[in-house]
């Protein structure tokens, strides 16, 4: 398995979460990370990503109230999320980034884990 995501749930508004993904040790040390979400009826966008050196960017909707951080002795990447808002109700994936290709496969994707907000 290359991502297994983990922590998602159903949370109030103005609320907190923190996402976590296990990443196969021989993706995560070397490729630079991000989280996905899909919500309802969209494509699926790279809201937070982290390259190796430990810059990170985000997409201006969560920029303030998300983090992305990761532990290379876990292989593990997390996503705090705080401030929750309704249009942050998605489906959170991880990935490399730029998404992983494989020839024999395409792109790989992990279960993801349903972030619902609301009241």
């Known amino acids: 398995v290359e991502f297994a995501e983990s922590g998602g749930g159903l949370v109030q508004p103005g609320g907190s979460l923190r996402l976590s993904c296990a990443v196969h040790?021989?993706?995560?040390?070397?490729?630079?990370m991000g989280w996905y979400r899909r919500s309802p009826g969209a494509l699926r966008e790279l809201v937070a990503s982290?390259?190796?050196?430990?810059?990170?960017s985000y997409v201006d909707d969560v920029k303030g109230r998300f983090t992305i951080s990761r532990d290379s002795a876990k292989n593990t990447l997390y996503l705090q999320m705080n401030n929750l808002k309704p249009e942050d109700t998605a489906v959170y994936y991880c990935n490399a980034d730029p998404v992983l290709y494989f020839p024999d496969r395409g792109n790989v994707w992990g279960q993801g884990t349903q972030v619902t907000v609301s009241s």
């Open positions: 982290m390259h190796k050196s430990g810059y990170t």
């Open positions: 040790e021989s993706i995560f040390s070397i490729y630079n």
